[in-house]
């Protein structure tokens, strides 16, 4: 009895050993960096403020049905997120094929065994009674378990948790990036369809100057080389008309693309581009809170806590392996008799099982998981770099975004203005109309960059919503 006391007792010893410790697992791991910096300067400037991280549904903050229609249907028809759907349920079935090893495993075995006999072969030598011709019928249950002394099995069932739990974030993660890769497209289809018809206004201003050019040229009041000059200016405008509607046309097939439709599809999207007249927010809890709010930082994560399991059932091939396998039923030469009490028959086998000589092999896969952990928590270090970087360099994107925007602003009030003081002055005979065209031309230039810069804050304000992890948070 006290062998048996003092065997369970190294067992369960040794089984606290087959695992990685928690130092050894963090001593890698590299600590957040901080975004003090970069969110005191950001919120000195107009349209920052601290507040909530954004909601699940963040496209909402821009008020466009169009646009939360059109990200629904991609997030419902996408082919990759429908594919990753796909992966999360293998990972979730390769989960439970681990957990089926905490189980005895029980099978139902029949087995009919038809034997024509050598007369004069060794059994009918020996027993001359038996009929050469015989049918033995086994029939019954069979049984095996493993004992998970040194939680190989648990470690196995752990990994395959946190692979599934880490294929959860990763569909979270392209969930994140199809919808913000559809929000930019359709802020800039809006943009480049407001691009299109400026550039039209400017081919048809410039193409008026041409032939203005050309009369007084004609007239013999102007050399050869304005009209020339103002010809290369008008095909210029047209190019830049062309470029537009090639822009369009690729932001609609990109946007059907994503919702897992033919680039062909017709695709009705109003034109109009409103003012960015939103608060840009900044999470008060930034610094605290971006590696559970970011599904790729979680997904990397879950990957090394997968790959620190691995560790754990590569340790456990240093121990002994323990078993138990037992079969009960009924074997008979006699159809008739096999259920009899005399043709029942029990077998139990346990065993052992322990590497004595493995010429290295299982020392070597314990290394080599390690390096595949550590490896992973490096890429985990970069992964998580990358992620402040991408946060700082928005910030500061959207603070250059903003500044600019406000002196372009004003740009194109004063070039309307002035626009309006020389057409009054053209209508009283004080300048002429040539002066009136270039100054409606200096108008749709200001324009053309104060459309780019909308669409300059409504980009950044989505690659910051990305950077932040959408509205994705651990518990999801």
Not at 2 to 31: D, G, H, P
Not at 99 to 119: C, E, M
Not at 436 to 463: C, F, P, R, W
């Amino acid at each position: 009895m006290k062998y048996w006391i003092s065997l369970l007792f190294v067992i369960f010893s040794l089984s606290s050993c087959t695992s990685m410790s928690r130092q050894e697992r963090a001593q890698n791991f590299l600590k957040q960096p901080q975004l003090s910096t970069s969110v005191r300067e950001v919120l000195d400037q107009k349209g920052f403020v601290l507040g909530e991280w954004p909601e699940e549904k963040w496209w909402g903050m821009f008020h466009e049905k169009e646009l939360s229609s059109l990200i629904a249907a991609a997030l419902e028809s996408n082919p990759t997120l429908q594919a990753i759907k796909e992966r999360i349920g293998f990972a979730k079935e390769e989960a439970v094929i681990a957990r089926s090893k905490f189980f005895p495993l029980v099978y139902f075995d029949i087995d009919v065994n038809q034997t024509w006999l050598s007369k004069y072969g060794l059994y009918r030598t020996l027993n001359p009674s038996i009929s050469r011709s015989s049918t033995q019928i086994d029939f019954g249950l069979s049984f095996s378990y493993e004992f998970d002394f040194w939680s190989k099995y648990k470690n196995l069932y752990r990994a395959a948790k946190f692979r599934e739990y880490m294929e959860v974030a990763e569909s979270k993660q392209v969930e994140l990036v199809i919808s913000t890769a559809l929000a930019q497209t359709y802020y800039a289809l809006k943009t480049n369809m407001q691009k299109k018809l400026l550039y039209e206004q400017l081919a048809l201003v410039r193409k008026k100057y041409f032939a203005l050019q050309s009369l007084l040229n004609r007239k013999a009041l102007f050399s050869k080389i304005p009209p020339t000059i103002s010809k290369e200016s008008y095909l210029a405008a047209v190019q830049k008309v062309a470029d537009a509607k090639d822009e369009i046309a690729m932001n609609k097939h990109l946007i059907n693309i994503l919702m897992g439709k033919s680039p062909d599809d017709k695709l009705a999207i109003d034109d109009t581009c409103t003012e960015f007249n939103f608060t840009i927010t900044i999470p008060e809890t930034l610094n605290l809170n971006l590696i559970a709010r970011r599904p790729d930082l979680m997904a990397s994560i879950l990957r090394t806590e997968a790959l620190a399991c691995e560790v754990g059932v590569a340790i456990a091939d240093f121990y002994p392996n323990i078993n138990l396998k037992a079969f009960t039923g009924f074997e008979s030469l006699q159809p008739s008799k096999l259920f009899e009490a005399q043709d029942s028959q029990i077998s139990i086998i346990p065993a052992l099982s322990l590497p004595v000589y493995t010429a290295g092999a299982i020392r070597a896969n314990v290394r080599g998981k390690k390096n595949l952990y550590n490896q992973a928590v490096f890429q985990y270090n970069e992964l998580l770099l990358k992620s402040t970087q991408e946060i700082a360099d928005v910030l500061s994107f959207l603070e250059a975004v903003f500044q600019k925007k406000d002196c372009q602003s004003s740009i194109v009030d004063q070039a309307e203005i002035r626009n309006k003081i020389v057409t009054h002055n053209y209508v009283k005979g004080l300048s002429d109309l040539l002066e009136v065209y270039i100054t409606e031309e200096q108008v749709i230039q200001e324009s053309i960059d104060n459309i780019e810069l909308i669409y300059a804050q409504y980009l950044g304000a989505i690659k910051l919503i990305k950077a932040l992890g959408g509205g994705y948070h651990e518990d999801q």
